[in-house]
């Protein structure tokens, strides 16, 4: 009996150990931490694969200018972007206190404005105009990849509550120079501070922030740029433009 009642009491701590074997199972692998670097190269890559996308830039803060000495500043452009070398946008600008909207159709070389007087499409002649080419935010060695590489990247602060939390954001500093082509010239030297929101499951890039904190201490001029529609089917074709009179 007393051989039965160990043989019983064995069994009984068998039984105990497996059900906590099977209520435990194996212990699960750790989620390894995001590394800021990585997310920004990852999201970099993931950039450059995109064909088509919509666009909307709004400049706060000091005036920018796009001309010579400063009369026209810019304020706002939105429009959508079709790789290699098609862009369709509308630019808003501030003259003595004046806004007005400027139509831009760019379909490689062939540029088109629309006249702010009568709001007529017109060609541009080649060279002429201010450059801007949106294209360049897919270009790897000046686009948005080329900035995600180049940034000296830390978790940004502070607490993500509903649609933050979707994003990864990233805060540094870029050279001024690596934002040339992202500003369409406005930015060219200097240590800008800038935040990225990167979609965590796509890694798309959805908003990008600069300041140029060394263009005004107490109002820096701001870029804020959205970024969505990813590879939506787009036309821009080239608009109706009137036969100069002769």
Known sequence: MKRIGHLLIALSLL???????IVSGPTPTPTPTPIPI???LHAGEKMLQVKSIHFIMELSGSLVYLDDPPTLALKHIEGDVVLPDRVRALVR?????MVSEVGIIGLGEEQYVT???NQQWEELP??????????????????IASILKEGDWTFGTGEEEG???KYYLLQGQVPGEK???????????GKIDTSI???KKTFYVHQIELIEVESDAENPSQWFMTLSKFDEEVDILAPPVEAPEE
Not at 93 to 97: A, F, Y
């Open 179 to 189: 934002l040339l082509y992202l500003t369409s010239g406005m930015i060219t030297e």
């Open 38 to 40: 990585d997310i920004a």
């Open 115 to 117: 006249n702010p007087l």
């Open 126 to 143: 080649p060279g002429q105009g201010w450059y801007f080419n949106p294209a360049l935010l897919f270009d790897p060695e000046y686009g």
């Open 93 to 97: 600008v501030s003259s003595l206190g």
């Open 197 to 199: 929101w990167i979609d």
């Open 163 to 165: 649609e933050a939390k």
């Open 15 to 21: 039984i105990i150990t497996g059900c906590e074997a």
